[in-house]
């Protein structure tokens, strides 16, 4: 699946470090991250395969330190259900091996990620919207989860808009990332798009997005968490548009 040269060791563990450090420092955009820099580097199909295995373990931690599981999942319930079917019928986009529209998709997932985090006002869910708005944000997140790999898009400003508390977010973040992660692996296997050398790889890179995420951790006290997120936004959003402007010229 990789190009030729095979990808080195070091290339990956530096970037899953770096993503590390974004998800230490802000509490997220790990799987962004990563998917921003090796989709410029090899194609978005083995990238995401990298990303299963950090993503899911990273997540799983995030989600299991917040406050009570039982009653986000409740409430998150029927978005997550729609995230795995939008997730496994957009993978058949990925694994297709498409590999210049899914590098241009990825590109404008990423500019349409960090434009509106950058420059949109916070917006407020009502309450009596859920019920019909959750299901359809989660089959568009699985769309776009399964077509590019990322995660964020429209969940991450839905999840923002609901009104919910600092940790209850970062759950429900947890939450809808490590869903998307199990639907994304399933729809990538489903289309015998997965492989065993991938995914050792893949496990190769938890142990630098784990030391990523500590020194992220360590930094959040020494760097404004607002001014750092907004120059990895303005980074991704560069990222993103060279990504999909390369596929067009």
């Known amino acids: 699946m990789f190009e030729e040269p095979p990808f080195p060791f070091a290339a990956i563990a530096a970037t899953f470090f770096a993503a590390g450090i974004v998800k230490g420092v802000t509490g997220m955009g790990l799987p962004t991250m990563a998917m921003g ?3 410029a580097l ?7 395969s990298l990303l299963l295995v950090p993503s899911f373990v990273t997540n799983v931690w995030q989600l299991l330190a917040g406050p009570g599981f039982s009653p986000l999942l409740r409430r998150l ?3 997550m259900l729609a995230v795995v079917a939008g997730t496994l019928a957009g993978s058949s986009w990925l694994a297709g091996g498409d590999a210049r529209f899914t590098t241009a998709a990825l590109g404008c997932a990423l ?3 960090a434009g509106y985090t950058l420059l949109a006002r916070q917006l407020r869910i009502p309450a009596r919207w859920e019920r019909w708005l959750s299901p359809a944000v989660g089959a568009a997140t699985g769309l776009v989860a399964g077509g ?3 995660f964020v898009i429209p969940a991450v400003p839905y999840l923002q808009a609901l009104g919910l508390e600092k940790d209850e ?3 429900a973040l947890g939450l809808s990332f490590t869903v998307s992660t199990i639907a994304l692996a399933a729809g ?3 289309h015998g798009s997965l492989r065993l050398d991938n995914l050792a790889l893949s496990a190769f890179a938890v142990l630098p997005a784990l030391g990523g995420m500590w020194a992220g951790q360590v930094l959040r006290g020494r760097i404004g968490p ?3 997120r907004r120059g990895f936004l303005a980074c991704l959003l560069a990222l993103g548009a060279e990504m999909a402007l390369r596929q067009v010229f």
């Open 77 to 79: 319930g029927p978005m």
């Open 188 to 190: 990538l296997g489903a």
């Open 37 to 39: 820099i090796l989709g």
């Open 111 to 113: 500019v349409v990620y």
């Open 148 to 150: 590019t790999g990322v």
């Open 169 to 171: 977010l970062i759950q």
């Open 42 to 48: 090899i194609s978005p199909l083995a990238a995401a």
């Open 226 to 228: 607002v001014a750092f």
